[in-house]
């Protein structure tokens, strides 16, 4: 069974950093597209960065030089690496792979 479990979240001031992880069990994440949505209250779910099972990258334009998303083959964890926040990055953020969703985690960043 696919399970993904992300953590990290916390709330933090502008120009703060934060580091989200996300756990699988049930399949190795190098052989997967892995995902980092995020939703934002009022708002529908936004691809934040991605990265292929051959490794190549995307970001979201705003968050781009801010967030880098890696991914550790050793461990099976995809990490998303968010520096430099600001208040518009608060949502809860979420992972998907092999067609599974995490639980989410909740970023809330004050002004």
């Known amino acids: 069974q696919v399970q993904l479990v992300e953590s990290g979240g916390g709330l933090v001031q502008a120009g703060e950093s934060l580091r989200l992880s996300c756990a699988a069990s049930g399949i190795i994440f190098s052989d997967y597209a892995v995902y980092w949505y995020r939703q934002a209250p009022g708002k529908q779910r936004e691809l934040v960065a991605s990265?292929?099972?051959?490794?190549?990258?995307n970001y979201l334009d705003s968050v781009k030089g801010r967030f880098t998303l890696s991914r550790d083959k050793a461990k099976n964890m995809v990490y998303l690496q968010m520096n430099s926040l600001k208040p518009e990055d608060t949502a809860i953020y979420y992972c998907?792979?092999?067609?599974?969703w995490g639980q989410g985690t909740q970023v809330t960043v004050s002004s």
């Open positions: 990265i292929t099972a051959g490794g190549s990258l």
């Open positions: 998907l792979s092999a067609a599974r």
